[in-house]
């Protein structure tokens, strides 16, 4: 079951238990950096498959741009003969990852106590909502977190309503801390050969992602306002009009403001005292905010994002997401990589680590439902496989 080799995870068997986003997010990770992903689904798939439109032909972009580099096996776990497969493929795993309800997998043999007592070495991950003690009994859904937790009365104008972000941020944003304790838990097998069970929450993602404003409240007692696109200790550090599109200015610091003004032409602004520092800026920003769009409206936005760039003044134009792979074009990113050949070749976004030496890798295209079926219940019907540490996989 070797896939081609190349990549940091080269060797690593991954069993991918998990649906939806943030788990099939973080084995879709794993899987870039050459860990052989078995995605196990149900017969009717995971939800994602029928998230539409848009779509690439007939299969769903959002199923696509999470789950390329994985086999797929379809196994109905209400089926004993399949729950046996998915027991040995358990076994055999170096990695398990699942994310259903807290508790969810018991029933088929396949939670942490079960699977680690035939594979001591496993490192298995549960994502959930809100964790495995008194929010376990909790659906966990990205959009509750972003009420819950506080983003979304963060969002929006002051005077208007609450607003979800535009992704679904929490979820990628677990599926980030799980691959993260994933390695650190791969380390410590490594170093004692001891698995263990790691677990992550969206609610806990959320309030660690909230950084500054997490902050504010547990060490300062403050409970943060929504302020639109403002930032509440930084200025400017928020949409500004220009002669067409607003343009993003964030000059954070003293000298970036210097040379904002320089560039704008605003001869004394920042020695003015009113402004001179970013804590007067932020108190005066009804006062500067007129002074600096009077400038800016003399220049489009891309003009303007030229100019200050090459001043060392942070900016950029607000667009859609054409024009943010175009400016990924532009910087020489290569944001877009395809997976597959022929017919069954995807255009998906390129993995975000670049390695100098054990480079990721993109070797399958996203999988249809089942589609390694046979070649998978083989391989595990098949006597003499060994455990977690590697011989079995061949």
Request: aromatic share 6%.
């Amino acid at each position: 079951m070797a896939g081609t080799g190349g990549g940091p995870l080269a060797g690593v068997l991954v069993a991918d238990f998990s649906r939806i986003l943030a788990g099939p997010y973080a084995t879709m990770l794993l899987a870039d950096l050459g860990a052989e992903v078995v995605k196990v689904e149900g017969p009717q798939g995971d939800d994602t498959r029928t998230w539409m439109p848009p779509t690439r032909g007939e299969t769903s972009t959002y199923y696509l741009g999470i789950n390329r580099g994985k086999r797929s096996i379809a196994l109905d776990l209400r089926d004993p003969d399949d729950v046996g497969l998915a027991r040995e493929l358990a076994r055999r795993a170096d990695v398990v990852i699942e994310n259903l309800r807290p508790g969810g997998m018991t029933k088929y043999g396949l939670d942490f106590d079960s699977v680690s007592a035939t594979n001591p070495g496993v490192v298995y991950a549960s994502i959930s909502g809100f964790g495995s003690g008194k929010g376990a009994h909790v659906p966990g859904y990205d959009l509750m977190v972003q009420a819950i937790s506080g983003l979304m009365d963060l969002t929006g104008d002051p005077d208007g309503p609450p607003y979800r972000a535009g992704i679904s941020v929490f979820d990628v944003m677990a599926g980030n801390h799980a691959v993260i304790g994933i390695l650190a838990a791969l380390r410590h097998r490594d170093a004692t050969g001891d698995g263990q069970h790691v677990e992550v929450n969206l609610l806990s993602s959320a309030l660690t992602g909230l950084v500054n404003h997490s902050s504010a409240w547990v060490a300062g007692g403050v409970v943060p306002h929504r302020m639109g696109n403002a930032h509440p200790s930084v200025f400017p550090y928020e949409p500004l009009e220009t002669a067409d599109d607003d343009l993003i200015v964030t000059a954070a610091n003293d000298g970036q403001f210097r040379k904002l003004c320089e560039v704008l032409g605003l001869e004394g602004v920042a020695d003015d005292e009113r402004f001179a520092r970013n804590a007067d800026r932020t108190k005066n920003r009804d006062e500067l905010r007129p002074i600096l769009v009077g400038k800016l409206k003399e220049k489009t936005a891309v003009e303007w994002f030229d100019l200050l760039v090459a001043a060392g003044v942070p900016c950029g134009p607000i667009q859609s997401i054409d024009g943010g792979f175009a400016m990924a074009e532009r910087f020489g990113l290569e944001p877009v990589v395809e997976v597959g050949e022929g017919d069954r070749a995807v255009p998906t976004t390129r993995h975000p680590i670049r390695f100098s030496q054990t480079p990721a890798v993109y070797e399958l295209p996203p999988p249809e439902l089942d589609e390694h079926g046979a070649e998978l219940r083989t391989w595990l019907s098949a006597d003499g496989a060994s455990g977690a540490t590697g011989d079995g996989r061949e």
